[in-house]
């Protein structure tokens, strides 16, 4: 079956200090892999992306990413929060073909302490 | 920058009754999308629309919904008879190919 793990429901991060999502998928086809950022009241926002080529992607807002083949994973990851990252995260994973669903992880909330 | 927009982005409706969501996606695409999220669920795919014809649904898009193109700028989503489990955040989303999607802001239905 298809489908996109994020395994953490809400992370505390202090202003300043590193930050890891975590990002697990089963696909059957070559996947493409997102992270999208949704703040309160907002649409969703891509962060990165990644079909192909180097495996760590850098993505806005000093975001990046690693897709780990052999471990079905696609972390992202920033090394100094700011507060207005505090925001929902979702890992989505899709199909390199036009038309086709993005299937979505249940995201993660992450707030930032001062 | 080109954006996907929806209207409206908040609309309450007795259970029932029929709803159009509406979409205007980034000009030039030429794929559009719809998604839902109940309130503290992942987001889902519904279905996907190409050249004026479904390209992929989910097992959600049932009978009581369908989605249409209307003229050269509008995508629509309507549910027939609305249901208290249709209460949900629903994003439109296009794409110019099989690059990444952009998502518009969303359109809470709340259904009483």
């Known amino acids: 079956a298809q489908s996109v793990t994020q395994p953490d429901i809400h992370i505390t991060v202090s202003e300043g200090a590193s930050l890891e999502l975590r990002c697990n998928y089963s696909?059957?086809?070559?996947?493409?892999l997102f992270w999208y950022v949704q703040s309160p009241g907002q649409g969703l926002q891509l962060l990165l992306k990644y079909f192909s080529g180097d495996t760590l992607v850098q993505g806005i807002k000093g975001f990046e990413a690693e897709f780990k083949r052999s471990q079905s994973s696609f972390n992202l990851r920033k090394p100094s929060v700011h507060w207005s990252d505090a925001a929902e995260y979702f890992c989505?994973?899709?199909?390199?073909?036009?038309?086709?669903?993005?299937?979505f992880g249940k995201g993660t909330t992450l707030s930032v302490s001062s | 920058e080109p954006e996907v927009t929806q209207t409206p982005s908040h609309q309450v409706t007795q259970m029932g009754q029929e709803v159009i969501l509406r979409c205007v996606p980034i000009?030039?695409?030429?794929?559009f999308y719809w998604y839902r999220q109940i309130l503290g669920q992942k987001v889902e795919f519904l279905v996907s629309f190409y050249n004026n014809e479904i390209s992929e649904k989910s097992e959600i898009f049932d009978d009581q919904f369908s989605v249409e193109r209307p003229d050269g700028s509008n995508f629509t989503l309507k549910i027939r008879s609305t249901k208290l489990e249709d209460s949900a955040m629903y994003f439109c989303?296009?794409?110019?190919?099989?690059?990444?999607?952009?998502f518009g802001p969303g359109t809470r239905l709340t259904v009483t």
């Open positions: 989505a994973v899709g199909a390199q073909q036009a038309g086709t669903a993005l299937i």
């Open positions: 000009s030039n695409h030429l794929y």
């Open positions: 989303a296009s794409s110019g190919g099989w690059d990444e999607q952009y």
């Open positions: 696909y059957g086809a070559t996947p493409y």
